[in-house]
């Protein structure tokens, strides 16, 4: 259809002054370019260098492009805060745990719809997909969860986000696109049942969606808050980002320091709760920054596969 | 001979069991996390008593629903919510698809890469932390942006107490986090054109900005139009998430917005079936909304490609 459209060819121009101006048109948005990945990349560099730098120093505008005053204060106060690392091993624990049953819910499930010999294919996937447009909303939600008695455990942080449907359709057109047919019909005269095919054959062959599934459901379960929020009551069973939360945009730094209550600690404690606050930025996202490399390339395919077969 | 094709049918299911147990986690979870919500969405319509469950508690009608239009603060809730998601369309939805003509167009390969891997790289940080970091640059004693103006000789401004001052924050963070990750997808698109297409139209003289204009625009359209629609059927649910967490006591009159009101008024204060009628407002006109426009991208399709 996209060749339709683009077969209007436009009118010829003279072909050297195309040239020239492609060169300004080149040099335009090289400029442009390096703009914007000032304009995003230095307040992550911002919070690195400051997370480094003398308190007083950032505080005062100092620091803009070399951290003054080095000091790992901020990280020394943030390795040894109990709430914080207790919030690390949460998140730790909650991420492994989804991301686990996610995909294998997800790669179990893909592969039963990408069969075409499914009977009722249509209409379950139609059912899928209708939640896509509709849900019940926060508060039936929340009651369901409550309902069946997870709130305030770990099962209200790894099963009611488990599957989004977009996930699900990418790995049925993934089994779809990767396992021709005939493999399939090869094994089932050979005598391979359907459980069989799909453990020794489609799973060995579903690597790459796999480590797609699994990266892209640590990076969401690591970065969620809301569930937390509205799930959990204890503050010690809260994931990371709750806790940074409650540091960086509720400024709760009642807990670094404050013990001996006199006015000298507690003003310690402000200037090192401010180097807390990017220690806790860069700690928090490092994780996830380093999966990057590893997901951009698969990721590319996988959501445009996403979305345009839907 | 219906009853032959019943039989028939039914041993085709029956010889599928085994792949009916390999979805059966996922079916599973669809009814219970999805369909029994959708299901409980009657309490919008009852006043719910937990004891009473989803389908024990008494009917009444509308009385929610009419509560809520006529509460005072309704045209503040929708007027907010309608202003950010229309500004998300105007501004956060057409800025990827721009970057993605301008990139794809770059000479070198390398700085091609340089750009999408830096502009990438925010998708992947956290709505909290998005918003720490607004609240640590845009804080009015010890903020990089305050230290700023004042240099310029301006006067601090306290940007989170600031009504005025919520929605310019909250869309141009949008626009930095979420820019490079929806040019990724765009960008993908565009390689998928026929190269055929863009060496024909060089031949022919076509300038740079020719050829963005008749061959990748029209490349990308069916791309861009999907994600128009689900951007359309999700205008009221903008990230209410960071809404919530930019929220403060003094910028309400801007940064309260339906969602937001929801989560308030049903989990902080257990108004269970108040605020479920209210979300039910919200994905009511949302599911309208998507399908007009649905109708309207088909219309329009079937007149200008065929």
């Known amino acids: ?83 914080i690392l207790r919030g690390f091993g949460n998140s730790v624990l909650y ?45 039936p939600r929340y009651l369901v969860v409550k309902e069946l008695g997870m709130l305030n455990t770990i099962w209200a942080m790894v099963i009611p986000a488990a599957v989004g449907v977009w996930n699900l359709l990418i790995a049925r057109s993934f ?62 069973k809260y994931p990371l980002q709750l806790v940074l939360r409650n540091i960086l945009i509720q400024s709760d730094l009642s807990q670094l320091g404050a013990t001996t209550g006199d006015i000298e600690s507690y003003a310690q404690a402000q200037r090192v709760g401010e180097l807390v606050k990017y220690g806790t930025i860069v700690v928090s996202t490092l994780p996830v920054i380093a999966l990057i490399p590893f997901l951009q390339k698969h990721f590319t395919k996988g959501a445009l596969l996403g979305a345009v077969k839907s | 001979m219906t009853r032959s094709r019943t039989a028939l049918r039914l041993r085709r299911v029956l010889r599928a069991w085994q792949l009916y ?39 009444v009608g509308l009385a929610h629903f009419e509560r809520f239009f006529s509460s005072f603060q309704f045209d503040l809730l929708l007027t907010n919510t309608l202003v950010l998601a229309v500004l998300n369309l105007l501004v956060v939805f057409p800025i990827p698809i721009l970057l993605a003509l301008l990139v794809n167009q770059l000479v070198s390969q390398r700085f091609r890469n340089v750009v999408q891997t830096v502009l990438y790289a925010p998708a992947f940080i956290s709505t909290v932390i998005v918003v720490g970091i607004i609240y640590v640059f845009f804080s009015p004693r010890s903020g990089l942006v305050n230290h700023v103006i004042s240099l310029v000789g301006g006067t601090p401004i306290n940007f989170l107490a600031e009504p005025g001052w919520f929605r310019p924050l909250y869309i141009g963070s949008g626009v930095w986090q979420d820019a490079g990750f929806s ?23 076509a300038s740079a900005l020719q050829r963005i204009r008749h061959v990748d625009v029209p490349g990308i359209l069916p791309v861009v139009s999907i994600l128009f629609i689900l951007a359309v059927g999700n205008l009221l649910n903008v990230g209410f998430e960071k809404a919530l967490l930019l929220q403060t006591p003094l910028n309400m009159s801007t940064s309260q917005i339906i969602q937001t009101y929801v989560y308030q008024a049903g989990l902080q204060q257990a108004q269970f079936s108040y605020s479920a009628a209210i979300g039910l407002f919200n994905s009511l006109i949302n599911l309208g909304l998507l399908l007009t426009f649905n109708w309207v991208a088909r219309r329009f399709q079937q007149s200008s490609v065929i």
């Open chain 1, 95 to 139: 991420t492994a745990l989804a991301s686990a049953i996610s995909v294998v819910l997800i790669v179990s499930g893909g592969y039963a719809l990408s069969r075409r010999d499914l009977p009722g294919r249509r209409t379950i996937t139609f059912l899928l997909v209708i939640t896509l447009f509709f849900d019940g909303g926060m508060i």
């Open chain 1, 175 to 236: 089994f779809d696109v990767t396992i021709p047919h005939e493999l399939r019909e090869a094994a089932q005269l050979d005598g391979a049942s359907d459980f069989r095919f799909f453990f020794r054959i489609a799973v060995p062959l579903a690597t790459s969606l796999i480590v797609l599934m699994a990266m892209i459901h640590q990076v969401a379960n690591w970065n969620a808050f809301f569930d937390a929020l509205i799930f959990l009551n204890d503050a010690d």
């Open chain 2, 183 to 205: 040019m990724v997808i765009y960008l993908a698109a565009l390689a998928g054109i026929d190269p055929s297409l863009h060496e024909a139209a060089k031949i022919d003289g």
């Open chain 1, 1 to 83: 259809m996209a060749t339709a459209t683009a077969a209007r060819t436009p009118r010829p121009r003279q072909p050297l002054s195309g040239r020239v101006s492609d060169r300004a048109f080149n040099r335009a948005s090289v400029l442009l370019m390096s703009v914007a990945i000032l304009a995003v990349a230095y307040p992550i560099y911002f919070i690195v260098i400051a997370s480094v730098s003398d308190p007083n120093a950032v505080q005062n505008g100092q620091v803009l492009l070399a951290p003054s005053g080095f000091t790992l204060e901020g990280y020394e106060r943030i390795f040894s805060d109990p709430t």
């Open chain 2, 21 to 59: 147990v390999l979805l059966a986690p996922v079916l599973l979870y669809f009814a219970v996390f999805k369909y029994w919500p959708m299901y409980g969405v009657q309490i919008a319509f009852r006043d719910y008593n937990p004891s009473d469950g989803f389908s024990g508690s008494p009917w």
